[in-house]
């Protein structure tokens, strides 16, 4: 059972970047999935959800687009207007059931992480 995301790069603000997700099975269809991003030193933080409804940190949200196809066993992370403070490695993580939510603890499979990174 594996996640792997990729995407990642160097980009100038105001730009754009696509993350992509593959899980490995299908089963991953009935659960949550979701993308979160970690900085060093600080805590790993929820960026967007697509499971019964799709939610967004309130700092992403209008830039941001979660999706999933569940005929490719993929989410993506459509990133728009891209600013310094998105730099970020990212992270997909599946939830235990469909209905988890915005706590990475309600989620127990995760990729490998891709590098963001947002010029001034």
């Known amino acids: 059972v594996q996640l792997q995301a990729s995407g990642g790069g160097l980009v100038q603000a105001g730009g754009s970047l696509r993350l992509s997700c593959v899980a490995s099975e299908r089963t991953f269809s009935n659960r949550a999935m979701a993308w979160f991003r970690q900085t060093p030193g600080k805590e790993r933080e929820f960026v967007a959800r697509v499971g019964k409804s799709t939610i967004y940190a309130d700092s992403v949200e209008g830039r941001f687009t979660i999706s999933r196809d569940k005929e490719k066993n993929t989410v993506y992370l459509q990133m728009d207007a891209l600013r310094p403070e998105d730099t970020a490695v990212y992270f997909c993580?599946?939830?235990?059931?469909?209905?988890?939510?915005?706590?990475?603890?309600?989620?127990?499979?995760w990729g490998q992480g891709t590098q963001v990174t947002v010029s001034s």
């Open positions: 993580a599946a939830g235990t059931n469909i209905y988890s939510y915005r706590d990475l603890r309600e989620y127990n499979v």
